[in-house]
Nanobody
Framework: QVQLVESGGGLVQAGGSLRLSCAASVRAFSSFAMGWFRQSPGKEREVVAAITWSVSKSDYSDSVKGRFIISRDNAKNMVSLQMNSLKPEDTAVYYC????????????????WGRGTQVTVSS
């Protein structure tokens, strides 16, 4: 049984920062790749960032590269997304996802998803 619970969303002004966290209830968490997706009204869910189990590799979408940082703490079974220089177009529900391999995390095809946390960036 895999459970993912996101937290840290909220309302922030453009240029501000937020830190999202995802607590994972999963055996051998350190063996799983983790990722963040987001979805805005009327748009498809899109990948934001992903990280391998060993922290040896992380990927970012072009739209957040240089502004967002994904990290994980395997001892706490948590993955975080530090979001800086936020823009109104970052407004979305942010979801945490996980899979044993990085590929399905990046593709968004994993069956394991959290319920999401709302991020709203005002202009």
């Amino acid at each position: 049984q895999v459970q993912l619970v996101e937290s840290g969303g909220g309302l922030v002004q453009a240029g501000g920062s937020l830190r999202l966290s995802c607590a994972a209830s999963v055996r051998a968490f350190s063996s799983f790749a983790m990722g963040w997706f987001r979805q805005s009204p009327g748009k498809e869910r899109e990948v934001v960032a992903a990280i391998t189990w060993s922290v040896s590799k992380s990927d970012y979408s072009d739209s957040v590269k240089g502004r967002f940082i994904i990290s994980r703490d395997n001892a706490k079974n948590m993955v975080s997304l530090q979001m800086n220089s936020l823009k109104p177009e970052d407004t979305a529900v942010y979801y945490c996802t996980t899979d044993f391999l990085l590929a399905p995390v990046l593709a968004g095809t994993s069956v394991y998803w959290g319920r999401g946390t709302q991020v709203t960036v005002s202009s």
